[in-house]
């Protein structure tokens, strides 16, 4: 129902405050289930592309990733919400029938080899959806074809946007120095370790700082409307990713990030336990007056232990991923593999090869489910709040990323066996060769020369462009939501115009970020 006019700009900011506040949330499985398409979508786009490869540019894929991943994430977290199941079928469809028709074209999904690098697609494809989510929901929350259970809740709770933070994290820690250390010894003593530490810490919690302060500048100047309750009157995510830095940085000068899993399960333990054994909790969630720095501030405040114990858990899950592959450089097969299976089914020979990618896929899957029993152990117990980041918000952070891992690594995969069977199948038409026993062996070459350097599967260019520039592609993102929410009432926008906006918003962030990848420029942050 369109509401009316507002009077003066004042009441109008009030309503915008009261529209993104007081809300209770969903499910963690529609959450899940909202999700899905953009894993879909990875596959999707993939297959296309690699059907009409010979008939575009790179202009035109660039235009059919956004069409194709961008535009659906917009879509189901608006008008098609109720309708996600029916996307993720149509995607699924379209991407077997792509792939039997790359199959009898013999054709290979990649335009030439590509050697093997130490970063995963998958890990890639992880980071740049979590900020593409990111900044379509802080744009979308202000519109009502948002629904509502999707917006921040207010105290516990399950929703959409409440899982940014914290996924982002969890996005840094994946790729953190730590995470990508995995030889489990330090490298120098204490003391240099602090002092290298910190000059880091130093060098890149500045520019968010600064990047805080002017937002809240900004803020304050325009009387932009805020949700006090999501960090506190002052404090922002870009203060609260300074501080988590600052004191991950002093905590792995002291302790070896070979213990960083025990780390982060001890910091989180003890913040819930602290919580739970004063008077913080209530503290934090009354309705008390904001009469100094610390009530004013008090989720930024509180939600530091969280985010630093989650940060840490994040780490663990990196360095198991990291020394999974950690020899990938030296390898040139497909997919490496451990062990051969096989067994006789009627006059048919059936065998696969275990690989580190399937491996690491079986270990996340497993993670996945420890976490999601800790994760309703915890909201038993102690309930699950974004503003505490207490132990069950992190549990149901974990469980939701490792999810997302688990699938993105299971289409990797996939586009990995789907690329050999096409060029195994090119090389049997060619020697005219049929054979009777149905083999996957994804350790043998293809004989081919096409196929003499190492080969993975390739991310899409925006998400690459996006992960590259992930901080200033949020930064970005901010800047364009306010310029939005000032030139427009978004609370009485129709439909088609608020899609509308949605669309051209992300792809002036998306397309802005890929000019900057494509000349080279950095703004990493």
């Not at 209770?24 to 894993?39: A, K, M, R, S």
């Not at 946007?161 to 990508?180: C, Q």
């Not at 062990?339 to 993670?367: E, H, P, Q, V």
């Not at 891992?405 to 069977?421: A, G, K």
């Amino acid at each position: 129902m369109a509401m009316a006019s507002p009077v003066n700009e004042e009441q109008y900011r009030r309503e915008q405050e009261a529209f993104v506040s007081n809300h209770g949330g969903t499910t963690p499985q529609e959450i899940i289930y909202t999700l899905l398409p953009n894993v879909c979508s990875v596959l999707l786009t993939t297959t296309i592309l690699g059907v009409f490869r010979n008939y575009t540019n790179k202009n035109v894929r660039v235009l059919v990733e956004f069409v194709l991943t961008v535009i659906p994430t917009i879509l189901c977290c608006t008008v098609l919400s109720e309708y996600v199941g029916t996307v993720c079928l149509v995607m699924v469809f379209v991407s077997a029938v792509n792939i039997l028709l790359l199959a009898n074209k013999g054709s290979s999904f990649l335009d030439s080899p590509v050697p093997v690098t130490d970063k995963r697609p998958f890990i890639t494809n992880f980071r740049a959806l979590t900020n593409i989510i990111t900044a379509i929901c802080i744009l979308a929350v202000d519109f009502q074809i948002f629904p509502r259970k999707f917006a921040k809740t207010e105290t516990f709770g399950y929703s959409l946007m409440d899982t940014g933070v914290g996924l982002f994290m969890l996005a840094n820690a994946l790729v953190a120095p730590e995470a990508r250390n995995v030889s489990g010894h330090r490298q120098a003593g204490f003391r240099k370790t602090l002092k290298k530490n910190m000059t880091n810490c130093v060098r890149s919690c500045l520019p968010l700082l600064l990047l805080g302060l002017g937002r809240l500048v900004i803020v304050e100047y325009l009387v932009y409307q805020k949700h006090v309750t999501e960090y506190g009157t002052h404090w922002n995510f870009f203060i609260t990713l300074a501080v988590v830095k600052l004191f991950t940085s002093m905590i792995t000068s002291t302790i070896s990030s070979e213990y960083s899993l025990y780390s982060g399960i001890w910091i989180l333990g003890m913040h819930e336990y602290i919580m739970n054994t004063t008077d913080l909790l209530t503290w934090v969630l009354n309705s008390e007056p904001r009469n100094d720095f610390f009530s004013a501030n008090r989720e930024g405040l509180i939600s530091i232990p969280g985010y630093v114990g989650l940060y840490f858990i994040g780490v663990a899950i990196g360095r198991l991923i990291h020394s999974t592959y950690q020899n990938m450089h030296t390898e040139c097969t497909l997919l490496h593999t451990y062990r051969d299976i096989s067994m006789k089914a009627l006059s048919f020979l059936l065998g696969a090869n275990y690989n580190k990618s399937m491996t690491l896929c079986i270990k996340l899957s497993l993670i996945s489910a420890q976490a999601c029993i800790a994760t309703i152990f915890c909201a038993l117990y102690f309930n699950v709040s974004r503003r505490l980041a207490n132990i069950g918000y992190c549990a149901w952070i974990l469980t939701l990323t490792t999810v997302l891992l688990t699938l993105l690594l299971f289409v990797e995969i996939l586009l990995d066996i789907t690329n050999y069977m096409v060029s195994e199948s090119r090389v049997e038409s060619k020697t005219g060769k049929l054979r009777r026993n149905l083999r996957l062996n994804l350790k043998k070459h293809v004989e081919n020369k096409r196929e003499e350097n190492c080969v993975v599967g390739r991310t899409l260019e925006i998400f690459d462009a996006v992960n590259y520039h992930g901080l200033f592609f949020f930064l970005l993102s901010n800047l364009l939501t306010g310029l939005v929410n000032m030139s427009v009432y978004t609370l009485y926008a129709k439909e088609p115009t608020a899609l509308s906006i949605l669309i051209v918003y992300m792809a002036v962030n998306v397309f802005s970020i890929l000019i900057l990848y494509r000349s080279q420029i950095s703004f990493k942050l």
